[in-house]
């Protein structure tokens, strides 16, 4: 259970593909991947581990076979609405039990399941739902409010499911959770009114049937998913995602965690689940490994702290941002992270120090992967138990090749050249949702352009330098933030970084650095200004500095420069009005 196929062809041209030969002996270059059904992996590790554990939830269990029966229940009563196959059901919800049941319940009955993020204002959740033309939405009761707005535009939405965090709690928190959601929201009511289609996510499950249900599906035309991107330029755009591209992920991601056990490993999921990078190395593959998944809401210290205490995981993926802030938690003097044996980074760039002192702290291997919503996500990942090289994203995964391109056209550049990531293999998307031209600009001759400037050094190993809308054009330098940052992070006092370019009237942009200082510690510009310029050159060193409490984040843990960039142009805009 849990294995994977290799292939026997499986031979390749090294010249073409040098990473290979940096791979671990138990890792293959290729592999067979299934062509089902997302919803079959939780048909086969129930069918196999009935009594085994697939749910923690601040300290409620749940089995596959529980699991199970509940999916089934949801997913018949999906089809008796009736929900057409491929018809959109979207995903409103936090990580707990209900997320994963309205997830794979969904998949059973055949629909395209479209994960929405919890933050959405009422604009934003209305524009995805009329793009993706969702007729269903399962939703926490705290955000009926922005749902109602939503509903206010023309949206299909026919019917809402509303459920409560204290739906998947344990006795006595689930009796004690309304009362305390009562005072922090004294006006929050949700009218379950039928003529509206709302319902309770308790009378919902109740109307449906444990009957044996799985749409039988064309994995690779037939989509699982519509994963819409961030939106950081222009509107966001509904990824397009098919069974087979997330099977492929999922296998790939496994055999490359090679010394995980199939049904002994505990999955902390702390990173969202709504976000593809949660959903692929969380909630897939620890169904697909009969794992147990340690569900947490959302990332606060104390809860996460208290979960890795009472059940010990063993795997932890994150974002760098996470890794920051447990270890400069006050209350990490007492926590023990050392069942922690696997911990793979992604969504953000992993200063080196973070690496090192998480890895010292836990005992484990935190090794720093790559990956974009359109490849369903993960493209490369550093050896987790082999040749590792720090400060790059490591080497493609099996089945997936990478190279640097030009400007134009997906001919690689040579070894050591800088230009943009270009990537092709099983989990790259099949386009973007009802954009054929933006689908063109991207896939080109089976590849795709990712929109990140990097190069590939001799041996396989790539490094991204940054987003390319995010290089910073200073008196006709490039500026890569990601390098500056890295400097940053080195200083002693710095906690976090985030760099980007502001407009400069002489070279056209300026660096300007936002830092948040370590607690208890103090730094001047002056000092880290003459820091950077013993580690950078002139061109690439801040001009401006901005200190901060915090740094805008997105549910992930990634610093949204957007918004760095907004707050910098008003507060310019501002002292120009002043002047």
């Known amino acids: 259970k849990g294995g994977v196929n290799v292939k026997e062809d499986s031979g390749v041209r090294m010249g073409e593909r040098p990473w290979h030969l940096k791979y671990p002996l138990q890792v293959s270059p290729s592999y067979e991947y299934p062509k089902h059904n997302v919803a079959k992996l939780l048909l086969d590790s129930a069918r196999e581990y009935p009594k085994h554990e697939a749910l923690d939830f601040l300290g409620k269990s749940c089995t596959y076979k529980e699991l199970l029966r509940q999916c089934r229940k949801m997913a018949d009563a999906l089809k008796s609405l009736p929900i057409a196959k491929g018809e959109r059901v979207a995903v409103m919800l936090p990580n707990c039990p209900q997320a994963v049941v309205a997830y794979y319940g969904a998949l059973m009955a055949g629909a395209v399941v479209v994960q929405t993020n919890p933050t959405y204002t009422d604009r934003e959740l209305r524009f995805q739902l009329e ?14 409010p922005r749902v109602v707005k939503a509903r206010e535009g023309h949206t299909n939405l026919k019917r ?16 004690l959770y309304p009362i305390k959601r009562r005072k922090e929201y004294p006006n929050l009511k949700v009218d379950y009114d039928a003529g509206q289609g709302v319902v309770r996510w308790s009378a919902f499950l109740r109307s449906g049937k444990e009957r044996e249900i799985c749409e039988e599906v064309d994995a690779e035309a037939d989509l699982a998913m519509i994963q819409y991107t961030g939106g ?4 966001p755009k509904g990824v397009m995602l ?9 296998v790939q991601a496994t055999a490359w965690c090679y010394r995980m056990e199939v049904g002994k490993e505990r999955y902390l999921a702390a990173l969202p689940m709504f976000h593809v990078f949660g959903l692929t190395v969380l909630l897939n593959q620890a ?17 996460v702290l208290e979960t890795i ?30 069942s922690i044996r696997i911990c793979i980074s992604g969504a953000a760039p992993l200063p080196r120090e973070v690496q090192e002192k998480f890895e010292s702290r836990s005992g484990g291997k935190l090794i720093e992967g790559y990956g974009l919503t359109e490849s369903s996500p993960v493209t490369h990942c550093n050896p987790i138990w082999g040749y590792r090289k720090n400060g790059t994203i490591g080497v493609p995964l099996p089945d997936t090749d990478a190279r640097i391109v030009g400007e134009a056209g997906t001919d690689p550049l040579p070894a050591g050249e800088i ?7 099983p989990q790259v998307m099949k386009g973007y949702w009802n954009r054929p031209e933006e689908t063109a600009a991207v896939l080109q001759d089976g ?73 208890g510690w103090t730094v001047s510009e002056m000092q880290l200004d003459r820091w950077c310029r013993e580690r950078l050159a002139s061109y690439k060193v801040p001009k401006l500095y901005e200190f901060r409490d915090s740094l805008p984040l997105s549910l992930i843990g990634k610093v949204i420069r957007r918004k760095l960039r907004e707050e910098s142009a008003g507060e310019e805009e501002i002292n120009l009005n002043i002047h």
């Open 419 to 425: 230009g943009e990531l270009a990537v092709r293999g």
């Open 232 to 235: 950081t330029t222009g509107k």
């Open 287 to 303: 169904i697909y490994r009969a794992g147990t998944l340690l569900l947490v809401p959302r990332f606060e210290i104390e809860m």
């Open 160 to 175: 809402v499911i509303v459920t409560s965090l204290s739906d998947g709690l344990p006795f006595p928190k689930n009796v």
């Open 447 to 519: 590849w795709l352009r990712t929109g990140d400037i990097g190069t590939m050094d001799e041996e396989g190993y790539f490094t991204i330098l940054d987003r390319k809308k995010d290089v910073i054009l200073a008196g006709g330098f490039n500026v890569y933030p990601r390098e500056v940052e890295e400097a940053l992070f080195e200083h002693p006092a710095v906690k976090e970084a985030s760099v980007l370019g502001v407009p400069d009237p002489y070279r056209g942009e300026t660096v300007k650095a936002f830092v948040v200082v370590k607690e």
């Open 242 to 250: 098919t069974h087979a591209n997330l099977l492929a992920n999922t």
């Open 131 to 144: 793009d993706s033309g969702a007729t269903v939405l399962v939703v926490l009761d705290l955000l009926m």
């Open 309 to 338: 205490r009472r059940r010990k995981p063993t795997v932890f993926p994150g974002a760098p941002t996470m890794y920051i802030a447990l270890l400069n938690s006050p209350m990490m003097k007492e926590g023990d992270l050392s």
